[in-house]
C-alpha cells in the first residue's frame, strides 16, 4: 500500500492580514483537508499563559509552534491537505521544516501582508478573544517587514477579497512557487 502525503500550507501574517479566513476558503476547496488555527493552540493553556507577543513568551511560544507543527506533519502524513493558519514568522518555520523534511512531506509558506493601516483596522474590527489592541498589532506587523530572502513568499492582500486571495494561495501552492525546500531560505 503506498502512503500517499497531502501538502502543508502555513498562511501567515500579521494580525489582520486574513489567515484565518483565507485558510478556512483554501481548505474549504481541498479534500481531504484540516485547518489547524494556531491561535487555539494558545489557547488550551488554561493557566499560565503568556500573552505570544509579549518578551517573556518565547519559550511558550516556542513550544506551542513545536506542537502545531507536530500536529499539522501528522495529518499531512496521513494524507490530509493541512493549511495552519497564525503567526508563524521565519523564526518558527524552521521547526515545520525539520518534521516535513523527516517526513518528505511538501511544505509551502504564504506571508499575507496588507498595507498596514487596512491590516490595522481589520483587526480593530474584530471581537474578543482576537488581538484589537493597536500596539501589539503594529508591532507584530513590523516583524513582516523586511522579511529578507523570505520577501519572495509574501503576498499583499490590501486590494483582494478573501476569496480572490485563497485562490491565488491554491494556484501558488499548484505551481510550487511558494514551495519552501531543505535547501530554500534558512
Do not use: C
Request: hydrophobic share 40%.
Amino acid at each position: 500500500m503506498q502512503v500517499t502525503h497531502g501538502n502543508l500550507i502555513v498562511v501567515t501574517g500579521p494580525p489582520g492580514a486574513g489567515k484565518t479566513t483565507v485558510a478556512r476558503l483554501i481548505a474549504d476547496a481541498l479534500s481531504p483537508s484540516v485547518h489547524l488555527h494556531s491561535d487555539d493552540f494558545w489557547n488550551y493553556i488554561r493557566n499560565g499563559r503568556i500573552a505570544p507577543y509579549l518578551p517573556e513568551s518565547t519559550k511558550q511560544n516556542e513550544l506551542v509552534m513545536h506542537i502545531v507543527a507536530q500536529a499539522a506533519s501528522g495529518y499531512a502524513r496521513a494524507g490530509y491537505h493541512v493549511i495552519v493558519d497564525g503567526i508563524v514568522g521565519p523564526w518558527f518555520i524552521g521547526v515545520f521544516r525539520k518534521l516535513t523534511a523527516e517526513g518528505d512531506l511538501s511544505l509551502h509558506y504564504i506571508v499575507l501582508r496588507p498595507d498596514e493601516s487596512i491590516a490595522v483596522d481589520r483587526a480593530r474590527g474584530r471581537g474578543a478573544p482576537a488581538l484589537t489592541d493597536d500596539g501589539p498589532v503594529r508591532k507584530m506587523y513590523a516583524e513582516f517587514s523586511g522579511l529578507g530572502t523570505f520577501e519572495a513568499f509574501v503576498l499583499d492582500s490590501s486590494r483582494q477579497t478573501p476569496d480572490e486571495t485563497a485562490r491565488l494561495v491554491r494556484e501558488r501552492v499548484a505551481v510550487g512557487s511558494h514551495r519552501l525546500t531543505s535547501d530554500s531560505q534558512e
